[in-house]
């Protein structure tokens, strides 16, 4: 089955840096998004992509985090300044117009690690 | 998107059926059941879903009563790679504005030996 590549697997980062997360969607998705876990919490939407622009955001979706797709195949994340908090998981997801088992697909993430 | 209701965790022996309840009393009639696992952190993986009518793959089968207020996710030979939290999502198969998914607490399920 195709796959939501995301690197790196694991960043670590001083407190106050920028960091950015990069993901590879499946080719023939529409829709591209971004969730993060923290330890021990829920699953939580972040940000979509839809046409080359934000679909639909959440509240922490601030403006220290921004979403590119600077080509045909990456979509990234990045995140201004890192504080501790941030510290998470960061799961890039892409779907087609519907949700089904091919055309919503997550990645295995990104655990960032803000220190 | 309609509310969901998990038991937060449930055990299940290995080799048998793994019944777990969602209720959803709040669901619309544009409104799918999803079912999504998480195993140890890894990405959220999608299982089944279905609108009305009874679905069964290869990994799972869903049942949804018949006024769809409530659903029941059937592993029907649990291993003890199926442990993980399981997600019951409502919502509609699409929108427009965009197809976020709404996570909540999951059932976490512990499958034994």
């Known amino acids: 089955e195709p796959e939501v590549t995301q690197t790196p697997s694991h960043q670590v980062t001083q407190m106050g840096q920028e960091v950015i997360l990069r993901c590879v969607p499946i080719?023939?998705?529409?829709?591209f998004y971004w969730y993060r876990q923290i330890l021990g919490q829920k699953v939580e939407f972040l940000v979509s992509?839809?046409?080359?622009?934000?679909?639909?955001k959440s509240e922490i979706f601030d403006d220290q985090f921004s979403v590119e797709r600077p080509d045909g195949s990456n979509f990234t994340l990045k995140i201004r300044s890192t504080k501790l908090e941030d510290s998470a998981m960061y799961f890039c997801?892409?779907?087609?117009?519907?949700?089904?088992?091919?055309?919503?697909?997550f990645g295995s993430g990104t655990r960032l690690t803000v220190v | 998107d309609a509310k969901t209701t998990q038991p937060p965790s449930m055990d299940c022996a290995e080799g048998r059926a793994a019944n777990l309840p969602c209720n959803h009393s709040?669901?619309?009639?544009?409104?799918?059941v999803y079912w999504y696992r998480q195993i140890h952190s890894q990405g959220p993986q999608y299982i089944i879903h279905?609108?009305?009518n009874n679905e069964t793959n290869e990994m799972a089968s869903l049942i949804i009563t018949e006024d769809r207020k409530s659903s029941t996710l059937i592993l029907p030979h649990a291993t003890l790679r199926d442990t993980a939290v399981y997600y019951c999502?409502?919502?509609?198969?699409?929108?427009?504005?965009?197809?976020?998914?709404?996570f909540g607490g999951g059932t976490r399920v512990l499958v034994k030996p």
């Open positions: 997801a892409s779907s087609g117009t519907t949700i089904d088992r091919v055309s919503y697909t």
């Open positions: 992509f839809y046409n080359n622009e934000i679909s639909e």
């Open positions: 709040t669901i619309s009639g544009n409104e799918y």
């Open positions: 279905g609108l009305k």
């Open positions: 080719s023939n998705h529409l829709y």
């Open positions: 999502i409502v919502r509609v198969a699409y929108s427009a504005a965009g197809n976020k998914l709404t």
